[in-house]
Each structure stands twice: as C-alpha cells, then as structure tokens.
C-alpha cells in the first residue's frame, strides 16, 4: 500500500511540472493578429423612380363609388403606359372597399370607400414631372411614397466591398507599421449582408455592411433624384510577422 502511495505522489508530482509547461506551449500557439474595419462608399445617380399613387372615391352608393374609381384608375394606367412604362411595373399593390361611419355614439354610414394604390417604376427620369401632373389631373388624389433608386446595385455593392477591404488593408498596415510590425495573410473577414447586421458564413467568415443615403442632385425643373450613396464595411483579422 505504501508503494502506491510512493507511486501516486510522484505521478502527482509529474503532472505538477507538466502543467506549466503545457500552459507555456498553448500561450504560445496563439496567433498574434491585428484586427481592423474599412468602409467605402459608391455614390451612383438614381436611374428609376418608384412611384406609389393612389386613388380613393366615395359615394353614398358603393357602386358609384366603384365605377368613379375605376375609371380613375384606367386614366392612370393609360398615361403610365403612354409614358413607355413596362407592363411589368405597373402593379396593384393594394384594393379596399368598404362603409365609412361617423364617429358618434350610434353610428351612421357616411358613405363608401374604394380605394386602389398603384405603384409605378418608371425607368426614364425625364418623364416623372409629365407623368406626375398627368396623374394629378387624372384624379390620383393621393401620393404614398416617391422613391429614387438604382436598378441594378449588385454592381456597386462589389465595388464598394473590394474598395472597404482596401481601406482596412491599409489601415493594417499603417497600423503594424507603427509599432515596428508587418501584417501576413488575413485570418477572418466578416461579411453583414443587411442592415441588422445579420451574420453569415462565406468561404470562412467575411462580413460588410451596406448602407443607403441620399444626396440631392437636381434632375428636372422641380424634380430632385438624388445621389445614391452604397456603403459597405468590413472587419478584417490579420497575422501578425
């Protein structure tokens, strides 16, 4: 029994001094890296117009509501058609009918809604005005939304990831450069493909940041489209030598 004792304390013993050197051997292991941001920004002009318009009759009779309504509706159709706008943009996005009713204790009908919203891409910017005052006068009595957008950003959000890896690759290395250091192959890239920053995974882990702003650029006599900025930002990690 004593001898397993003996046996047991210098396995214990053992163990003790290789503790420290098994810490020693992890601490260094750990790579030393330099972990930095970049952001870049495209401004690109506005090539489409989305626009969201409305139409809204009322009539004590629904379906002389209705027949006001549609008619409206196809003088509008017929001017966004005529402006050489696409089948294919030009949607209803939203039809509601139905009673309105006074607020008073008991109520009493007032009279009917209907009521359509349109929604308009339009992809020459020079026609917005006409097309705009056309539907005014057609009797489109309610704007929702006019919104300046590119068509196709794909383009410019790969620019701008290619310019925000840049950025942060100089920023390394102006960094390292700083305390005597040079920077090795990147160990992480983080890629944030949505405004909430949601994270994803590709080819390892990449992530960049895109964001929209506008500033104002003008296009027409009263008409401002403005500038589209695309911003893309990037976290990159790397080595240090």
Known sequence: ??????RAIAAFA????????LLAQDASD?????TVTGTAEVKV???EVIMTLGVDSRDKVLAVAKADNDKR??????LAQAAGVDQKNIQTSALNMGPEYSDQRIPALLDYLVSQTITV????????????TGCLNAGVNRVDGIEF????????????????????????????GQLGQTIGKPREIVEVTDMDAQ???????FVAQYGLSRSMQQVGPTVAGGEVTIRASVRVSFQLE
């Open 149 to 176: 957008v590119v068509a196709d950003p794909k383009k410019y959000r790969e620019q701008a990831r290619l310019e925000a890896i840049q950025a942060a690759h100089d920023k390394a290395v102006t960094m390292a």
């Open 1 to 6: 029994m004593r001898a397993n004792l003996i």
């Open 30 to 34: 750990q790579p030393r890296i330099i």
């Open 121 to 132: 891409t339009l992809t020459h910017l020079s026609k917005y005005e006409d097309l705009m």
């Open 45 to 47: 002009a506005p090539d």
């Open 73 to 78: 509706v196809k003088k509008l159709l017929s």
């Open 14 to 21: 053992f163990c003790m001094t290789l503790v420290p050197a």
């Open 199 to 205: 994270e994803m995974s590709v080819n390892g882990q």
